[in-house]
Structure formats: C-alpha cells, structure tokens
C-alpha cells in the first residue's frame, strides 16, 4: 500500500472513531438526559417536554416510545394534537401511542377521526386495545354513527371485561342500546363479578330474543361460555338448561362458528353432572371433544376423565391410556394426575401405580413424570412391588431389581422439569452431592428459540439502576422471555439491595428472577440462586431462630414459601405477614408469650411468632419436622387424622396420601426450598436436610 492510500485509509478510520464517539456520546447523553427529565420534580412542563422531544431520537426504542408518551402528556406549547399526529406517524407500531393519539382526538371532540383510529389499528385485547375500543363506542355515539352498536357487540363479545366495561354500562350511552344487547352486556359485567343471579335473568332473555329473531350473537365464544357459567352457578333446573345446551349442539354448528358445538355441548355435560345424570354427561363431554382440537380438546377430555375418576379408577386409568397420546398441553392435565396418583397409593394399588407410571412416560407434563418416576422407585425399593411384577409389566428380564430402581431415580433426578422436590428426593437415593452437580442438579426446563432483546435490557438496567423499579419490573413483565439471565439476576440485586429502603420490592425480586429461569436455557449459577432463595430480613429471622432452637434454613424456607418475604401481605383466609399467622393463631402465640400489643405486620414480630408457632408444633407431633409443616398449613387436628389413617407408609410416600393437595405442595416446596437454603448458605448437602425434616 503506498504512502497517499495509507494517509487515507487512516483519515477514514480517524473520522469513523470520531462518528461513532459522537454517536455513542450523544446516545448515553440523552439516556441520562432521560432519566434527569423523567426524575425531576422542579422543571416547568416547558423544559420537560423540550427534553422529551430530543430522548425520542435515542436508538433506544422502548426509552424512545416513553419519551413520546410523556411528551404527549404535556400541552405546554399548545401543539399536543399535532404533536400526537406526528408521533403516530413515527411510532406506527406502537398502541400506546395510538391510544394516546385517540384520547387526544376525543378530548378535541374529534370523534370520527378517533373512530377511525381504532377502525385501523388490529385488535390485540389487551387492556390499552380496550380502552381504544371504548374511546371508539364513544365516539359514533356522539356521532350518532350506525356503528355504535356494531362497536358495543365487538368490544363486549370479544374482549375480556375490564374497568372500562364496567365504566361504559353505568354511564347514559348504555341506555341508548336495544334491549338484546344490554342483555349481553350485563351478563358479560355480571359473570366478570361472579354476580350470577342477576345475570341469569338477562341470560334467559338474551336468549329468547336468539331463538325468537334467529339472532347469532349469543353465540360468540366468550358471551356463550358466560351464559355457560350462569346455568352452571345460578340456574334451578340443571336438566333444562343442559337440553338447551344440547340442542344448542346439535343445531347451530358452523352456522354460528365451529367453536359452539365443542361449547355447547361442554356446557350441556357439566350441566347433565350437575344434576347427576352421568351417563348424558358422559357422552355430551365425548361430543365436545371428539370435534375439538388443542386447548379446547384438553378442556373437554379433563372434565371427562375427572368425571371417570369419580365413577371407576381402573375405568380412569383405561381412559387416560387411550387418549394420553393425544393430549395437548400435558401440563392442563397435571392435577389430575395428582389426584389418580393419590386414590392409588391411599387404596395400596401398587402394581396399577407402576402401570399408572407407565402410561404416562414420555407424555405426561415433565413434573408429573418425575414425581411418577420417583414414587416407582420408592415402591419398588420398599418391595411393595414385586420385582417379578415388574418385570411382567416392562419385560425387563435383563435388568436388575437394583439397577431398575435406580434408573428410576435416574429418570427423576435427570429429567427436564422444573420440580426441584424430586430431584433433591431423587439426588439423596443415588447419592449425589448438590455442590458437584451444576449442570445436572440445577438443570432447568428447556425453552426454544430464546432471542434476546437488547433494547430492553438496556431500558431495564436503566429504570433499576436509577430506582425506577416500578417501570423495570412492568417492563420486565411484559419482555421477560427475550430478557437473558445474567440482566434478570442483576435487575433482582438491584430490587432486593434497595428492598431494606421499601420492602415491597423483596418479593419483586425473586418473581423477577423465577419468572426469568423459566425463559432460557442456561445454567443456574450461585448467584442466581441466592437471587431465587434469598435471606432477606436476616436479623429477624436468626434471632427468631436463635431463640426457639430453629434451624435457620428451615425458618428461611418457611416465610419464603409463605409470603415471599412480603411482611405485609394478607391472604385470602387473613394470614398476615412473613410466617402467614392466622390472627387467632397469633392472638393463642402471643397469649403464650405473654404479649399483649404486637404488630402481625413487624418483621421481627412475625418470624418470632412464626418460629415459636412452628417449634411448638414439632413438639406436638413428636419431633416430626414434615408432620409440624403439614400442621403448621392445614392444622394439627387433620394432621392426627392423617396419621391415625395412616397405612404405615414412610413419611416422603405419607405426604403424596395426604388428602389436601394444597398441603401436599406446601411440603415439597418447603423441602426442596429448605435443601438450597441449606446448600448456599448453611454449607450442608441435600442429605443433611431431607433426613432432618424426613426423619
């Protein structure tokens, strides 16, 4: 190369350095002038919005469209609707913004321009597509448009009810509607509150005015499966509104789409159960799902074979072999699982579990599989099952009883499923330590396909770097499956660092971080771990502990699975704080300890009533850790009753008889909880702590 090419391929690269400098500098000066903006409370609108209008320039497109949002929230200048205009056209694929411009056109009484708005922006049914379809009912009203009905029916029949819905049908324009479709309306607004008994009546009369006018717009799938759940939750004549249904199924077919005779006939089997006609049940729930496919297939198969369980096991487990190939999302079927998997070991049907295990390998949900798996090894190793038995069944001549049994483990322990209960149960019976398995122990259902996104994680590191942990996590929520680990256990530091300054971003934390695990396919290093089982309001907690004799992991792994360390939540029941006290229960803790003003929202208070609570249990039940949990859930008084009906069965086969599968999650979550509390912080091995809270 000569002398005269050298000087300007060095002059082209000097340039380009000092382009992309600039570039990059004018790029971090808006992302800081974005969050000074976004920070302040002392700059007049006018300043704000200047600022706003240079951060829409920033690469960043999700910093960029929030810029535009607040900028579209200020009217300083006067200029908002033209404004509001110009970002539309910028920002075409942005609903926010289109909402917004359809608020802005409303609010200016422009109305035919915002109908139009939502006449061409796709329907998404999310809350912001909601709330544009209501500015749209609005609009040709004022209009007096011939639409404004066509736009009720659109937006009632095919969006889930929300506030605006609620909002539209207490204001003057619901009066302006026929009476069919107010009718339709109220029974969508009812059903939404669970308010079936006002609901019935205008169900009955949307119907008639169906049959009367030969009217399909009772048939949409989300009005006719509301008028479904009327019948089923208010009606008298459970046998006349399953004919209705039937007929229904029978008649409309395609007419009125091809999803009303998988509805209508589903429908008419839960109605036919109900009024105990089991055999009609039976073949109304055949109908609806012989002609159905995914989702809708699953809905109709589970209530058919949920049905069988109550009339025949051995029918049930026939039902689940002939159509186990054929399910679609395994995991809709799991609860069902459950519940064969617990008839069967409460009634002693060993051999018929190990069928039962077989029939579902390579088909049912992962989780299912491995808890199966686990449990035929379990039975197999306790000689509940004859080793000759199984051979019979496997045709597994050449293998050992011994090797038999730990390929089963194997399968629970290896398989690829989240269920961290059965492989911490299966790690202890092929001895393996939990600090020499990274790449197995911590191994997590594979996601396909992951693809990250780089804007959103630049937006993400922003909002929580600054402390905007309220738009982090909202946008987190709403990415999180393109967001990597390594971002979302740094976002959870960030939460859980502040969380002593507001506590209500602990629990933040660790949703963040187990909603990220599900997403991508990487391993779980000690980090994200100590993000998943934290030790948050660690002074209360050991000194709880301390007091009471209370192991610490065990204490940690209680309040984690009780309230996710949010000391202010309050159940549906009313338990109240970190350990979850039923007021009762702490009013009898605190008669005992001789307190007589306590705060069941104060940290120290709570783990200290907790720790004493759970302590007194284990006393109760003769030192048995798992039997003081199952209390500490679903009280000591079914617990006595579970043993006293107990079949002798160790204490890991007792939990999956116990009754309440509430209870029975409840125990595993705490165990599997309890062995990585043990491990991360107490430097135990998963044997250590499944033969304390085993024993």
Known sequence: MNKKIKTYVSLAVFLWSCFMCTACGQKQDLMEL?????????????????????????????????????????????????????????????????????????????????????????ASFSSDDSFLRYLAVKSTAELEDASFIENVLFWFSMYSIDACHREFITSPLFNLLPGYVQDLCSVRVYVSGRNYIPALAAAQRLIAFSLEFSDKTMYSRLVLSDIGKVFLYASNDYDEAAQFFEHA???????????????????????????????????MYELSFSGAEGEDYDNALWYYLNLMEKVSLQKTLSSIRQTVSAWHNPAYYADLVEKVSVRLLAEKRWEDYYQFYLILTGYADPESQAKCAYIAGRLTELNLIPYSSIQTLTDSSGTSREELIKGLYEKAFYGNHVSMYYRVLAAEKLN?????????????????????????????????????????????????????????????????????????????????????VQSVDTPLSSDVLKNMYPEFYAEQIRAACEKYKL???????????????????????GAVGLSQLMRPTAGDVARKLKI???????????????????????????????????????????VRNWIRNDSGLPIDLFLETVPYSETRDYGRKILAAAAFYGYLYYGMSTHDVVSMIMH
Do not use: W
């Open 249 to 283: 199924g029978r008649t409309e077919g395609v007419q009125a789409g091809s999803h009303v005779p998988f509805m209508a006939y589903f429908y008419a089997g839960r109605l036919y159960e109900r009024s105990s006609q089991i055999q009609k049940a039976f073949l």
């Open 596 to 638: 007589s003003d306590y705060d069941l929202t104060d940290a120290q208070t709570n783990a200290e009533f907790g720790a004493f609570y759970l302590k007194e249990l284990t006393g109760r039940l003769e030192g048995s850790i798992m039997l003081s949990l199952f209390a500490y859930n679903a009280g000591i008084t079914r």
């Open 432 to 516: 393996i330590p939990i600090e020499d398995t990274n790449d197995s122990f911590f191994y997590r259902k594979k996601t396909d396909n992951f693809t990250p996104d780089d804007d959103a994680v630049e937006a993400l590191l922003l909002y929580a770097e600054n402390g905007f942990f309220s738009e982090c996590y909202s946008l987190f929520m709403e990415h999180s499956d393109h967001i990597p680990l390594s971002t979302a256990s740094r976002l959870a530091s960030l939460f859980a660092s502040s969380g002593d300054a507001d506590p209500s971003l602990y629990p933040l934390s660790i949703r963040l971080i187990l909603r990220a």
């Open 34 to 122: 974005y969050i000074e903006t976004f920070a302040s409370t002392d700059l007049s609108d006018a300043v704000k919005l200047a600022n706003y209008l240079k951060i829409i320039k920033t690469e960043n497109l999700y910093i960029s469209e929030s810029a535009a949002l607040m900028s579209l929230s200020i009217n300083s200048d006067g200029a908002v609707l033209n404004r509001a205009q110009k970002l539309s056209e910028e920002f075409p694929n942005s609903l926010k913004i289109q909402v917004r411009y359809a608020e802005i056109l409303f609010e200016h009484k422009m109305f035919r321009e915002t109908a139009a708005i939502a006449v061409k922006t796709p």
């Open 551 to 573: 192991s610490g992991y065990l204490m940690y792994a209680l309040v984690r699975t009780e309230s996710l360390f949010d000391k202010n939540v309050v159940s549906h029941a």
